[in-house]
């Protein structure tokens, strides 16, 4: 992975195999972000597995999606979670007979690429935890 840094903004390029979710995690490490918005993504993907929470089982059903897809959009956002930084991240992917996939991302591969901006915000106290009745993680401000 390479990443470039001008001020509040980032745009990182995977190389082939790199994984996506990793990638975030370790680029956040890295330059001490608390919080970013991914606002854009495109390239190619393989190795994707997806995932719809599920409220009764505080989990999500996962899903492997077979081949090579084109990362068509890419949101979300990495947000400290107990200290550590966790990407909260969703696609809409294309198959070759251009019919979509989306939903939210477990872990994806680049197949040739994947280009990432994100947008660093500073000093917000936004916080992703989890609380009493709530069976996923949100944002919060300073974590209450």
């Known amino acids: 992975m ?6 509040g903004e ?32 495109v390239g190619m993907i393989e190795g994707t597995e997806m995932g719809f ?27 400290l979670c107990n200290g550590t930084p966790k990407p909260h991240v969703h696609i809409v992917a294309n198959r070759p007979d251009f019919s979509t996939v989306a939903g939210h991302v477990i872990e994806c591969k680049a197949h040739i690429t994947i280009e990432v901006g994100l ?18 993680t949100f944002l919060t401000k300073n974590g209450a």
């Open 10 to 41: 980032l745009f990182l390029r995977l190389e082939p195999g790199e994984k996506l979710v990793e990638s975030l995690i370790n680029v956040a490490k890295s330059e001490r972000i608390d919080f970013a918005l991914i606002v854009s993504g």
């Open 119 to 136: 947008q660093v915000m500073e000093n917000t106290g936004l916080r992703r935890t989890t609380g009493p009745g709530r069976p996923a």
């Open 53 to 79: 929470f599920c409220v009764n089982d505080n989990n999500y059903d996962t899903y492997r999606l077979a081949g090579v897809y084109d990362l068509s959009s890419i949101s979300g956002n990495i947000a």
């Open 2 to 7: 390479e990443y470039y840094r001008n001020r």
